[in-house]
């Protein structure tokens, strides 16, 4: 497998058998598995896809992604339930990322998630904008 090939989020394994099967509507089984899908789809610039996975109560209205930023690499930190058989989770990342101007970005987050209707979703990050 290529380096292009490798799915975004880390896993080291092939993007069609990691994160593009939830890009095209499979379920997340864990809030980590949603948590990496969501890396890939800021890294692959798919906006209806975080919008879909975002809890209604704090989703925004529209998405308007950085085109200027490169994810380089995601790391996950923590995480705390959000497995298959939970409703709530959070997850504990750092996502980094560099500018147009090559300036290196790192978006730290706690996120909390939650189940509904079998599907996990993106509630809120806790900590706010990227970092230098």
């Given at each position: 497998?290529?380096?292009d090939d490798r799915c975004p989020c880390g896993s080291r394994r092939g993007y069609g058998e990691?994160?593009?099967p939830f890009h095209l509507g499979a379920a997340a089984p864990t809030a980590e598995a949603l948590m990496r899908s969501r890396y890939s789809a800021f890294a692959r610039g798919l906006a209806p896809y975080l919008l879909r996975t975002w809890h209604p109560s704090t989703r925004p209205a529209r998405l308007d992604l950085d085109a200027g930023l490169t994810w380089r690499a995601l790391q996950i930190v923590d995480t705390v339930s959000g497995g298959p058989d939970d409703d709530t989770g959070v997850v504990e990342f750092r996502a980094?990322?560099?500018?147009?101007?090559?300036?290196r970005q790192v978006q730290h987050e706690r996120s909390t998630f939650t189940r509904v209707d079998g599907?996990?979703?993106?509630?809120d990050g806790g900590t706010g904008p990227l970092v230098r």
């Open positions: 497998m290529s380096v990691c994160c593009e980094i990322a560099r500018s147009a101007e090559g300036e599907h996990w979703l993106y509630v």
